[in-house]
C-alpha cells in the first residue's frame, strides 16, 4: 500500500489524503460505488485489476461491467475475447439499478458495436460523472479498439464523458490528426475535443519530454490547469488507467473535478516513484 499523505504537486496544489472525503452510505444506507466498464487484463498489469487495486486505495467500492477478456504480458496482446454487446450492456443497467453508482470510469471497449452498447446503456444514467479513458492500444501495441470502435467513441460516447483522459497519441488517432509536440498543440486538440462533446478534457503528459510530466485539464470557460510531477523513467503499465480510476474515485467522493485530477495525479506519480 502506498503511503498517501497530504501532498503538493508542482504548482503548489495540494492533494488530500485518501479516504479523507470519502462519501458514506448513499440511498438506502448502501455505500456508493464507481462502476468500472472495461477489459480484463491475464497479466493484472492493467485494465479491470488496476482499476479495482486504485479504488481499493481510495477506500471505494467497484462494480463492473466486463467487455474483453485479454491474454497479455508487458511484452505483448496473445488473444481478446470480446464479451458480446449485450451481455454488456446488461451487466452496466444492472449495475445501475441497484442505485449505488457515483462515478462511471470507461476504459478498453474494442468494438464499434460494445461501444454503442456501453453509450445507449449510459443515457439514463442522469448526472453521473463519467470518465472516459480512450483506450485504443496496449503499452506493447496491440489494437484494443477496432476502427469502427474509434468513430464511434467519437460520435456516440465522448458527448457521454465528464471528462475525456487522452494521452498524445490517442488524442492524435481520435482525431485524425498528428501527435501534437507543443503545449499549444496539446490546447488546440483539446479543444477539439470539447467539440465532439467531451464536457472537460485531461491530456496526459506522460509521452512528452522534458523534465515534467505536465498534464493539462481543459474545459470550457475555465482557465487552464497544469499539473505537473517529475518526469519518471518508470515503463509501468496500466497509469492511464490508475489515473481515470482514481479521477472517478475523487468524483464519486464529492471532489470536484480539479480536486479529483490532482489527487489522482499524486497517485501515479508515487505509483511510479516505486520503480525508480
Partial sequence: ???????????????????????????????????????????????LVRDVQTLARFGTA??????????????????????????????IETALAAGRVAAVKIGMLGTGATVLAVAASLAASGAIPVVVDPVLASSSGGELLDPQGRAALREALLPRASLLTPNTPEAAALLGAACATSEAEL????????????RAVLMKG???????????LV???????????????????????????????????????????????RHVTELLQQDV
Avoid at 22 to 45: C, E, F, K, M, Y
Avoid at 187 to 198: E, I, T
Fill in 1 to 47: 500500500m502506498l503511503p498517501h499523505r497530504s501532498a503538493r504537486l508542482a504548482g503548489g496544489a495540494r492533494v488530500a489524503a485518501p479516504g479523507a472525503c470519502q462519501r458514506g452510505a448513499g440511498r438506502h444506507g448502501r455505500v456508493s460505488a464507481v462502476l468500472l466498464i472495461g477489459g480484463s487484463d491475464s497479466s493484472g498489469g492493467a485494465g
Fill in 62 to 91: 467497484a462494480l463492473c461491467a466486463v467487455t474483453a477478456v485479454t491474454a497479455q504480458s508487458d511484452a505483448r496482446v496473445a488473444a481478446v475475447h470480446h464479451v458480446p454487446p449485450e451481455m454488456v450492456r446488461l451487466q
Fill in 187 to 198: 490546447l488546440s486538440q483539446a479543444h477539439a475535443l470539447l467539440a465532439l462533446g467531451a
Fill in 206 to 216: 506522460g509521452h512528452g519530454a522534458g523534465p515534467l510530466a505536465t498534464d493539462l
Fill in 219 to 265: 474545459a470550457p470557460g475555465q482557465p487552464v490547469r497544469r499539473l505537473s510531477a517529475a518526469r519518471s523513467g518508470s515503463t509501468r503499465r496500466g497509469t492511464g488507467c490508475a489515473l481515470a480510476a482514481a479521477i472517478a474515485a475523487g468524483l464519486a467522493a464529492g471532489l470536484d473535478l480539479a480536486e479529483a485530477c490532482e489527487r489522482a495525479k
